[in-house]
């Protein structure tokens, strides 16, 4: 069992940043794929993110160079870092975890954090 707590999101100007962060409890952290995955009103949840046990990352083309995911194995932490930040970024952001390969479909995560709120005004 995963149990995964986001922190760090808030209001920002377009053009700032934000970085999110997602810790995890159990002791098998670093088995597991982690994804940040964010939903607009009335929009899919859908994959920003994702990160290997390993660290190979992926990223969605809509935010290739301006976001960075990363994890700190020792912490049971992952993070979403968020630059130059556009009002269609605003969202509540989600991490989630999977054994195994990360992908691109919410429902492969087994585990799933509270998520956090980001709005970016213009």
């Known amino acids: 069992q995963v149990q995964l707590v986001e922190s760090g999101g808030g209001l920002v100007q377009a053009g700032g940043s934000l970085r999110l962060s997602c810790a995890a409890s159990?002791?098998?952290?670093?088995?597991?794929?982690m994804g940040w995955f964010r939903q607009a009103p009335e929009k899919q949840r859908e994959l920003v993110a994702a990160?290997?046990?390993?660290?190979?990352?992926n990223y969605a083309n809509s935010v290739k160079g301006r976001f960075t995911i990363s994890r700190d194995n020792a912490k049971n932490t992952v993070y979403l870092q968020m630059n130059s930040l556009k009002p269609e970024d605003t969202a509540v952001y989600y991490c989630?975890?999977?054994?195994?390969?990360?992908?691109?479909?919410?429902?492969?995560?087994?585990?799933w954090g509270q998520g956090t709120q980001v709005t970016v005004s213009s």
């Open positions: 989630a975890a999977r054994r195994g390969n990360p992908t691109f479909l919410a429902r492969d995560y087994e585990y």
């Open positions: 159990g002791r098998t952290f670093s088995l597991y794929a």
């Open positions: 990160i290997t046990s390993g660290g190979s990352t």
